[in-house]
T-cell receptor
Framework: AQSVSQHNHHVILSEAASLELGCNYS??????LFWYVQYPGQHLQLLLK??????LVKGIKGFEAEFIKSKFSFNLRKPSVQWSDTAEYFC???????????????FGKGTKLSVKP | ETGVTQTPRHLVMGMTNKKSLKCEQH?????MYWYKQSAKKPLELMFV???????ENNSVPSRFSPECPNSSHLFLHLHTLQPEDSALYLC????????????FGAGTRLSVL
């Protein structure tokens, strides 16, 4: 079965530190890739997405992610985190089947980020 | 505000109760979804509706019964739930089925006693 792995359950950083959250998926075909963020008490919202083209994608609030097809990875990065980045981050993958049909979103377990002021 | 509204935000129910969760989207989307979010587990897709037709039932127990009267409204009817059903239930919508970009509501926090 297809799955998404997020390596870290909880990451604690100080403000201005750099961030990299890992995401790997298990599917050999074409995929769309997403990172969603859930701030405390708020709804899940899209941070960035990759459909095709440049594998380095930029999202909101200074976040970026790089798709490395050979590693089945889509890691999220930010050069300098802020206290307001404290949230839970979810990687999601949408596979395409052999007929070109889109599957449903498959989510990872999430990584909780705590940024100390 | 995402354009997807869920009510109630919090719900406590006994195992013999019957209750319903409501989701409404104001985005003109044609697909709606129910997810279950439990601590330390991936979001679990429960149901998908596309143009009011159920296109996915992800092996969900029959004590959860979805209803989609139109493309803007989605309900989840609950009866004889178990304590392990306690979780955050999220509704989402997207322009069409298959997911593209999904917009999520804030969720209903359900506690089953």
């Amino acid at each position: 079965a297809q799955s998404v792995s997020q390596h870290n359950h909880h990451v604690i950083l100080s403000e201005a530190a750099s961030l990299e959250l890992g995401c790997n998926y298990s599917y050999g075909g074409t995929v769309n890739l997403f990172w969603y963020v859930q701030y405390p008490g708020q709804h899940l919202q899209l941070l960035l997405k990759y459909f095709s083209g440049d594998p380095l994608v930029k999202g909101i609030k200074g976040f970026e992610a790089e798709f490395i097809k050979s590693k089945f990875s889509f890691n999220l990065r930010k050069p300098s985190v802020q206290w307001s980045d404290t949230a839970e981050y979810f990687c999601a993958v949408r596979p395409y089947d052999g007929g070109g049909s889109q599957g449903n979103l498959i989510f990872g377990k999430g990584t909780k980020l705590s940024v100390k002021p | 505000e995402t354009g997807v509204t869920q009510t109630p935000r919090h719900l406590v129910m006994g195992m013999t109760n019957k209750k319903s969760l409501k989701c409404e989207q104001h985005l003109g989307h044609n697909a709606m979804y129910w997810y279950k979010q439990s601590a330390k587990k991936p979001l679990e897709l429960m149901f998908v509706y596309n143009f009011k037709e159920q296109t996915e039932n992800n092996s969900v127990p029959s004590r959860f019964s979805p209803e989609c009267p139109n493309s803007s409204h989605l309900f989840l009817h609950l009866h004889t739930l178990q304590p392990e059903d306690s979780a955050l239930y999220l509704c989402a919508s997207s322009p069409e089925g298959g997911g593209n970009i999904q917009y999520f509501g804030a969720g209903t926090r359900l506690s089953v006693l």
